[in-house]
Nanobody, 120 residues
Framework: QVQLVESGGGLVQPGGSLRLSCAAS????????MGWYRQALGKQRELVAT???????NYADFVKGRFTISRDNAKKTVYLQMNSLKYEDTAVYYC??????????????WGQGTQVTVSS
């Protein structure tokens, strides 16, 4: 019913960059907190970054200074610019539309996930 369309994942070398994109429906994008979460194999899903409708951002400590979340209101798209990528950034990255900047809730909407692999 609610579609979050992700793109931009792939294989990148350590120290490299990727930009993830997530396009959302207008009703969701204009009212929900948008965010990115990731889940490494065998690990819990964890918050990466969130951004409110007003542009307030929240980042996990492990990505501060390296990743930037942003919104394009005209395109109804949220981005995650990932720089200085590390091996430990390897995970499936999920776009999220929710009601909290601080973590996921059961009522959230999720994208299908896109694989980011950092490897030399």
């Amino acid at each position: 019913q609610v579609q979050l369309v992700e793109s931009g994942g792939g294989l990148v070398q350590p120290g490299g960059s990727l930009r993830l994109s997530c396009a959302a429906s207008a009703s969701i994008f204009s009212t929900y907190v948008m965010g990115w979460y990731r889940q490494a194999l065998g690990k819990q899903r964890e918050l990466v970054a969130t951004i409110t409708t007003g542009g307030t951002t929240n980042y996990a400590d492990f990505v501060k200074g390296r990743f930037t979340i942003s919104r394009d209101n005209a395109k109804k798209t949220v981005y995650l610019q990932m720089n200085s990528l590390k091996y430990e950034d390897t995970a499936v990255y999920y776009c999220n539309a929710g009601r909290s900047r601080w973590g996921p809730r059961s009522s959230d909407y999720w994208g299908q996930g896109t694989q980011v692999t950092v490897s030399s």
